[in-house]
Structure formats: C-alpha cells, structure tokens
T-cell receptor
Framework: DAGVTQSPTHLIKTRGQQVTLRCSPK?????VSWYQQALGQGPQFIFQ???????QRGNFPDRFSGHQFPNYSSELNVNALLLGDSALYLC??????????????FGEGSRLTVL | AQSVAQPEDQVNVAEGNPLTVKCTYS??????LFWYVQYPNRGLQFLLK??????LVKGSYGFEAEFNKSQTSFHLKKPSALVSDSALYFC??????????????FGGGTRVLVKP
C-alpha cells in the first residue's frame, strides 16, 4: 500500500518564477493538506482540499494556490517566487470524517530552493 | 486560535536514560493532541495521539505521552532512549471545535540527541 507520494523531491527556481508541486494521497484517503516547513521551524498550514474544493486556508498570500483532481491527487502552485518561499513543502492526506479524530499521513516533502 | 509551545530547542540524553520532550498547548475548546517525529530530509512520521479517555497514551517505538488538562501539557516520554531516537520531534494540536477543521498547528520542534 503506497503512502503519500510527492514530486519532485528537490527543485531550484529563481525569484519571480512559478512552481508546481504534486501529491498523491495514501490509498483510500480523500483529503489533502499542504504545509510549508521553513528551515528550523515547524510546519505551517497552507490549505486543505476536499471534494476538489479548498476547504480551509492558512495565513498565506494568494500567490499560493492549489487544486485537487477527481482521483484525490493534488497540486500546489506558487507564483512570483520570493527568496522566503524556500522551504520543505509537505503534503498530508487523511480520510474525512465528522468528527475527524484521525492522524495525518505525510509525504517525504518537496524541497524548494529559490535563488 | 490554537497554538503549541515546545520550550526546548534541543534535549540531550545518554542512551538508556529516560527521555522527556515537553509540549504545552492553547485551544479554545478541547484539544486533539499529536506527536510526530522527523528524521533528516524526511517527512513527518506519526508517533501517537490523544483524543479522549486515558490520559496516558502509548504509541510507536516505545514512546508514550501524558495529557494534563490542568497544565495544558502533553509531554512525550520514553523510559529508555536509543541512539536511533535522535531526531526532530513535533507536538501538534487540533481544536475539536468544528470550525477548526482538521488543520494541525505545530510547535517549533525539539531536536533530540541521544549519545551512546
């Protein structure tokens, strides 16, 4: 059973460019969340997708956008890259329930370096 | 708003000695609490969670954590640390209030170094 997979694992961009990161959730999971982990810090919530809609959003600018596909996979897009966007981007999946009492399953992350 | 504090940036312990990693939280309602571990250049691995019930929670790899509502704490413990436990540990909280969704708020992390 494959866990959460992310691609690419590493990438380097220059300021002003755009980047797309991809995530396939754990089998059976329908909810995908994205987190940004800057060096030496804890992960910060970016947004969450469920049923192809953004359900919840953290304190990130509109340069950060996402998408969820019918197969539950997801993309994170960042436009007009800044040096401060350099970080490890983590995707986490879960199976929606109310109340939600489960844990999130994380991928290995995509490390973005902005020069 | 929900928040988590991990007061120690690093914890050093000798192999075989007890290990404790501290965590305090703040939520408006009742908390769901989690511990995750991160090895170098890897994602986060789930260790254990507190949802309700017994205040002492047992998890993976011999770790356990104690929920203390009056002190708003959820400290991670291991009776006998191994060198392989050296990693970065994160405490996280989610408010069970519906509006909070299932977003996790993480602490800043505590680096654990276990010396042989």
């Amino acid at each position: 059973d494959a866990g959460v997979t992310q691609s690419p694992t590493h990438l380097i961009k220059t300021r002003g460019q755009q980047v797309t990161l991809r995530c396939s959730p754990k089998s059976g999971h329908d909810t995908v969340s994205w987190y940004q982990q800057a060096l030496g810090q804890g992960p910060q919530f970016i947004f969450q997708y469920y049923e192809e809609e953004e359900r919840q959003r953290g304190n990130f600018p509109d340069r950060f956008s996402g998408h969820q596909f019918p197969n539950y996979s997801s993309e994170l897009n960042v436009n007009a890259l800044l040096l401060g966007d350099s970080a490890l981007y983590l995707c986490a999946s879960s199976l929606d329930s109310t109340p939600f009492v489960g844990e999130l399953f994380f991928g290995e992350g995509s490390r973005l370096t902005v020069l | 708003a929900q928040s988590v504090a991990q007061p120690e940036d690093q914890v050093n312990v000798a192999e075989g000695n007890p290990l404790t990693v501290k965590c305090t939280y703040s939520v408006s309602g009742n908390p769901y609490l989690f511990w995750y571990v991160q090895y170098p250049n890897r994602g986060l691995q789930f260790l254990l969670k507190y949802i309700t019930g017994d205040n002492l929670v047992k998890g993976s790899y011999g770790f356990e954590a104690e929920f203390n509502k009056s002190q708003t704490s959820f400290h991670l413990k291991k009776p006998s640390a191994l060198v392989s436990d050296s990693a970065l540990y994160f405490c996280a909280v989610r408010d069970i209030v519906k509006a909070a969704g299932n977003k996790l708020t993480f602490g800043g992390g505590t680096r654990v170094l276990v010396k042989p």
